[in-house]
C-alpha cells in the first residue's frame, strides 16, 4: 500500500516551453502533498507543500508564478515549470501524506526534467 | 527551525562489515525523525521512523536506528551490510507543528566494497 506515481519519469524540454509533471496517490487518499527538487548529488529541497482544495504554499526563495501547482483532487497533485530555463532542469520529486496519525510522507519515483 | 546534519558525505565499507551513519538533528521539541534510502535515480524509500516511546527503532533490510535526545542524535546502523545496500541515505525530520513538512540532511552516499 502507499503508492505514489509520477509521470513523467523523464522529460526534455526546449527553453520557454512549459512542463506539466504529475504526481497521484495510487492507493490513498492525501489531503497533502509536498513537491521536492533534488541536484544531481544533493539533497531535497522542498519547493511547496500542495494542500488540496486550496493554493500551494511555497518555500522562501520559491517562484510561485515559476512553479504552478494545483492539487484539484485528493489523489492528484501537478506541478508546471514555466517558461522552462536550462537552470530549471533537476530531479523533481512529489511526496503524499498520509493521514490517520502515522503522519508519513510517501515519495513518487521522480521526474527528471531536461531543459534545452 | 529545523536541520539535520549528516557529517559523512561518503562512507566506504566492505561487504558484510558493520555501517553507522550519523544524523545530528536541530528543533526545539521533540521531532519526528526518519531514514530515508534512494537508490540512483530513484525516488525515496522509508528504512525507519521514530515518533516516540521506544528509542531503538527496527526498520526493513536489516536497519536499526536509535534516539538519543541527550545527542539530538539518530544514527542508522546495521550489522552486516550487502553489496545492494550501495545507495545514498537521508535523515528527515519532521514535526507536526511544522506542518508535517520534512528537512533533509546532506545525505551519506554509501559505497560497499567487495
Known amino acids: 500500500g502507499a503508492v505514489v506515481s509520477q509521470h513523467p519519469s523523464w522529460v526534455i524540454c526546449k527553453s520557454g516551453t512549459s512542463v506539466k509533471i504529475e504526481c497521484r496517490s495510487l492507493?490513498?487518499?492525501?489531503?497533502?502533498m509536498f513537491w521536492y527538487r533534488q541536484f544531481p548529488k544533493q539533497s531535497l529541497m522542498l519547493m511547496a507543500t500542495?494542500?488540496?482544495?486550496?493554493?500551494?504554499?511555497?518555500e522562501q526563495g520559491v517562484e510561485k508564478d515559476k512553479f504552478l501547482i494545483n492539487h484539484a483532487s485528493l489523489t492528484l497533485s501537478t506541478l508546471t515549470v514555466t517558461s522552462a530555463h536550462p537552470e530549471d532542469s533537476s530531479f523533481y520529486i512529489c511526496?503524499?501524506?498520509?493521514?490517520?496519525?502515522?503522519?508519513?510522507?510517501?515519495f513518487g519515483p521522480g521526474t527528471r526534467l531536461t531543459v534545452t | 527551525a529545523q536541520s539535520v546534519t549528516q557529517p559523512d558525505i561518503h562512507i566506504t565499507v566492505s561487504e558484510g562489515a558493520s555501517l553507522e551513519l550519523r544524523c545530528n538533528y536541530s528543533?526545539?521539541?521533540?521531532?519526528?525523525l526518519f531514514w530515508y534510502v534512494q537508490s540512483p535515480g530513484q525516488g525515496l524509500q522509508l528504512l525507519l521512523k521514530?515518533?516516540?516511546?521506544?528509542?531503538l527503532v527496527q526498520g526493513i533490510k536489516g536497519f536499526e536506528a536509535e534516539f538519543k535526545r541527550s545527542q539530538s542524535s539518530f544514527n542508522l546502523r546495521k550489522p552486516s551490510v550487502h553489496w545492494s545496500d550501495a545507495a545514498e541515505y537521508f535523515c528527515?525530520?519532521?514535526?507536526?507543528?511544522?506542518?508535517?513538512?520534512?528537512?533533509f540532511g546532506g545525505g551519506t552516499r554509501v559505497l560497499v566494497k567487495p
Open positions: 511526496s503524499a501524506l498520509t493521514s490517520g496519525g502515522s503522519y508519513e510522507q510517501y
Open positions: 492507493d490513498f487518499q492525501a489531503t497533502t
Open positions: 500542495s494542500n488540496e482544495g486550496s493554493k500551494a504554499t511555497y
Open positions: 528543533y526545539g521539541a521533540t521531532p519526528y
Open positions: 521514530y515518533f516516540s516511546g521506544d528509542t
Open positions: 528527515a525530520v519532521g514535526a507536526i507543528a511544522a506542518g508535517n513538512k520534512l528537512t
